[in-house]
């Protein structure tokens, strides 16, 4: 019975400090609008910030894996030897996928890409059709593996199978390791900004405390003289900071996804683009990216409050 007692005087107390929270909220709406604005901003450039680091590195993982490490044998060698070059790079981790090209392929190839070239053609007519040595194309698992690739065809056991390495086409490898830069300046860039927004979102709710702090100034002190506890004090500032966080981060969700929506069925398509929008319109990738950017504006908003209620609000003087 006691205990039951207890947790229903528990209850009453945090709905009486909920709704008191709610009322703070409105009572100071300008800016309490002003904070959940500039909060808005930091938790969409956060979320968003996630997201664009994500789709850029599937898309770099993607077109990586479509480059190819082309591993050309020597005339000369014998089962044995290709067998052993095939094993160590179908078993290397870095290693996404491995085709062997015979000389037939190889020629069959070269006329299908340059069958209007007939200078080609009959240049490969005339040093004969087995010109063309046979090959291995190697995908890597990612951009930094074409080096661990290679470091393994170049093996002193090796020095009689290969003839040589071709570490894909220049220019798209170019290509992937500028995004992979401006991947990194994004992401930095990003970080700052929300770093920056989230400082001005604590300066703006301290300041929209320090406020409400001032204008019960009164009803606090009664409050005080009649029994209140400190934290039955505090309790309506902390929620109204809060509730800054959870409007401020279900808006920030609903802008990003709005993006995510509207761009995304788009490029899904695309084999760049399509693991990053199965991903984060999985029900449990939506659920878990609501739940961390809310927690994250409620943490911001209770810190911001407590500084100002440390500073403004002291009750140990009353």
Known sequence: ???????????????????????????????????MAVMFVALGILFFTVVLNVTTSNAITELSRNLKVSVYLEDDINDEQRFELETALASSPYTADLEYISKDDARARFV???????????????????SLPASYEVSAMSLDDFDRIE???????????????TLGRTDARATIERAASAQAFITSASALAAIIFTVISVLIIFNTIRIAIFTRNEEIRNMKLIGATPWYIRGPFIVEA?????ISGLLAVLAVYGIIYSIGPNIANQDEFRATFELFTQTSTVLLATIATVVAGIIVGAFSSLLAMRKYLRLKHW
């Open 151 to 165: 470091a393994i065809a170049t093996e002193e056991r090796f020095e009689e199978t290969i003839e040589s390495i």
């Open 112 to 130: 299908e890409n340059f069958r209007d070239d007939e200078a080609l053609l009959e240049g490969l007519f005339l040093v004969g059709d087995d």
């Open 1 to 35: 019975m006691k205990r039951d007692r207890s947790l229903k005087r528990w209850l009453i107390t945090v709905a009486r400090l909920t709704l008191g929270g709610i009322r703070n909220l409105f009572r100071n709406a300008w800016l309490s609008i002003a904070a």
């Open 242 to 246: 809060s509730m800054y966080g959870v």
